[in-house]
């Protein structure tokens, strides 16, 4: 099976960056799709950013402009490039892999998922 181990949380002043990385292992990761969500506490988790298999990617309305996502398979690693950061931004972040390597957006289309990590964006 696939296993994610995420990396790069932490505390951050608002109009701050940060990255997050999502290592994969036990799998073929350049046939997948790869996602990150968050959630904050008391709410649902949501979409953030995809990239397909081949670098297609895409964004929610709420991030978009504002954060990046990226991949580099010869490391097996996603990337989520977040700036301009907001207060609302808060919450645990979480990468997930799509075995069909195709764009997704709804949680239970991704079948792998890291343990999360914490962000917080000071104001």
């Known amino acids: 099976q696939v296993q994610l181990v995420e990396s790069g949380g932490g505390l951050v002043q608002a109009g701050g960056s940060l990255r997050l990385s999502c290592a994969a292992s036990?799998?073929?990761?350049?046939?997948?799709?790869m996602g990150w969500f968050r959630q904050a506490p008391g709410k649902e988790r949501e979409f953030a950013a995809t990239?397909?298999?081949?670098?297609?990617?895409y964004y929610a309305n709420s991030v978009k402009g504002r954060f990046s996502i990226s991949r580099e398979n010869a490391k097996n690693t996603v990337y989520l490039q977040m700036n301009s950061l907001k207060p609302e931004d808060t919450a645990v972040y979480y990468c997930?892999?799509?075995?069909?390597?195709?764009?997704?957006?709804?949680?239970?289309?991704?079948?792998?998922w890291g343990q999360g990590t914490q962000v917080t964006v000071s104001s």
């Open positions: 990239i397909s298999w081949n670098g297609d990617t």
């Open positions: 997930a892999a799509n075995l069909q390597g195709l764009i997704a957006t709804i949680p239970y289309e991704y079948e792998y």
């Open positions: 036990g799998g073929i990761f350049s046939t997948y799709a």
